[in-house]
């Protein structure tokens, strides 16, 4: 069964400053893998994805991902944080495609200081 | 592109009456569409999920008679909760996925408050 494991429930970090949300999954193939951004109040938004190819994946508002098999990772980063970035990041795994279930991960709530 | 709206964004009843929520795909045809519920500071927690033209499939654990899909077009599921009981009271968010199947994509939500 796959699994996803977002070790990081809160983290604070200070506007401006770099940011890195970690990802672990557990899947016995290739893995989908997805990021997600949640605002109060709101459904999921798609950060970025990675299916194949670049293991190095770019998504929107800056973001990007690296995929490193070796380690079953799927890190979320971000060089410079904006206090709009304040939000909860789910990272989450899916089989050969997004159609079938998705496995989420706990989710990490990212707080932003001025 | 790949909008999927939720209506109503928040809904209040009285214990014992059902409650729909709509979930539908602005700009593209879903194929299949799925039905999550999630508590307060918590993570996803898949439901259901359904093909159009065809019943839905339940996680374990969810009362197919307490809460209803229907999937009837393509760009269209609804959700009700019937005879809703306070314990019923969540956020429930819906995703949609189009023929590629490649990506979900979510809807807003529906707080649901059952008195």
């Known amino acids: 069964a796959q699994s996803v494991t977002q070790p990081d429930i809160h983290i604070t970090v200070s506007e401006g400053a770099s940011l890195e949300l970690r990802c672990n999954y557990s899947?016995?193939?290739?893995?989908?893998l997805f990021w997600y951004v949640q605002s109060p109040g709101q459904g999921l938004q798609l950060l970025l994805k990675?299916?194949?190819?670049?293991?190095l994946v770019q998504g929107i508002k800056g973001f990007e991902a690296e995929f490193k098999r070796s380690q079953s990772s799927f890190n979320l980063r971000k060089p410079s944080v904006h206090w709009s970035d304040a939000a909860e990041y789910f990272c989450?795994?899916?089989?050969?495609?997004?159609?079938?279930?998705?496995?989420f991960g706990g989710g990490t709530r990212l707080m932003v200081k001025p | 592109g790949a909008v999927v709206s939720q209506h109503p964004s928040w809904v209040i009843c009285k214990s014992g009456t059902s409650v729909k929520i709509e979930c539908r795909s602005l700009?593209?045809?879903?194929?299949?569409m799925f039905w999550y519920r999630q508590f307060p500071k918590q993570s996803l927690m898949l439901m259901a999920t359904?093909?159009?033209?065809?019943?839905?499939?339940?996680e374990q654990g969810v009362e197919k008679d307490k809460f209803l899909i229907n999937h009837a077009s393509l760009t269209l599921s609804t959700l009700t909760v019937t005879s809703a009981h306070p314990e019923d009271s969540s956020f429930y968010i819906c995703?949609?996925?189009?023929?590629?199947?490649?990506?979900?994509?979510f809807g807003p939500g529906t707080r649901l408050l059952v008195l």
């Open positions: 995703s949609a996925s189009d023929v590629n199947q490649e990506t979900q994509y």
């Open positions: 899947y016995g193939a290739t893995p989908y």
């Open positions: 990675y299916f194949s190819g670049d293991t």
């Open positions: 989450a795994v899916g089989a050969s495609n997004a159609g079938n279930m998705l496995t």
């Open positions: 700009d593209f045809q879903a194929t299949t």
């Open positions: 359904s093909n159009e033209g065809s019943k839905a499939t339940y």
